[in-house]
């Protein structure tokens, strides 16, 4: 079988959805209330311009589309904020949506990357407040391919990073902590799939994918850097090692491995 892969990942930038934060609000309009009240969007704008998107642009292989999906109704000076910063990126694509079905909402992301003249997709999911380091697409497209000679085809698999680094802002100072997860994050974890498949890597919780689908964690380098502040949506809890790495060693990997300092990732 000839086989020829697409990368596509997604980010969801204040997606406004009755199946999202319903645990939290109880209308819709609760909902907006809170996702574009004016000091919440400017706190995601600040990770999204400064981490996440930057984690994106720097990728050693840019062969890959990446979809921000955001609201329709978003504010105005927001929605033109956040298309001043992507459209000058050839491969970064905002898709702003209606108030459907959260996962719907998803499928409809990624599949607004065609399909067509591939056999199969690599689909990695991102939030707008972390991010994967700079070899990232170039290493997951490796493991798929090697995954797909060792299992064949036509079965779904997952691919999870779980060393990386925290930065936690939620005490009086930033703290920045290595940590290796025994289960797979939100940051980076992919799910590599037939094209005609319906599966992608927001089908179940990260936590219990290997539950479900055949997991491949890879602990090679330190792949993601996650945040931790006061708007976010789930409680971050470190299920693993945490804090062997000394400052010194943090910065060097930081520099090497994400093209950032301790001293930047502590301004956000």
Known sequence: MDRKVKTVGLVRFSVLTPTYYSERFKTLEETAAHIFAPERMELRFNLFEKLCLPSLVRQSDPEFDMVVLTAESMPPQYLERLLDLIEPLPNIHCLPVGTENHYKLLQKGYNAVSKEGYSHRILFRLDDDDAVDIDFVKRTKKIATAMLKLQGPKTPFVIAYNRGFYVRSTGETAEIFDACERAPLSTGTTLVAPSGSSYNPYRFNHRKLAQHFNT?????????????????KSNPAQMGLTHKMGEAQIAKALKRHFDVTPEALRAL
């Open 216 to 232: 491949y964690s890879d602990i090679s380098v330190p792949a993601f850097i996650r945040t931790i502040h006061g708007d976010n």
